[in-house]
């Protein structure tokens, strides 16, 4: 094991600059949109009765959970490209 390599992890990833970019935003979107509080502070619209703010929240929860399988699927291909 090396220094930076504790416990069989290694922080090195390899891949191209375009795909680490690509899991970059796919982690970064979630967190600049959820971090926007007036962007989905309303009430209006409502969706089957629910305020905006909790439909829109619950849609990028899914959103988002997509978006980190995306990242994580990707990161692990850049893993196996060793």
Avoid: C, R
């Amino acid at each position: 094991m090396t220094e930076g390599d504790s416990a069989g992890i290694s922080l090195e990833t390899k891949g191209t600059a375009g795909q680490k970019i690509i899991v970059a935003i796919l982690l970064l979107i979630p967190l600049i949109v959820f971090s926007i509080t007036p962007l989905y502070n309303h009430v209006k619209p409502e969706l089957m009765g629910l305020p905006f703010f909790y439909w829109f929240e619950t849609v990028w929860l899914v959103v988002s959970a997509i978006m980190f399988l995306g990242a994580a699927l990707l990161l692990n291909k850049m893993e196996g490209s060793k």
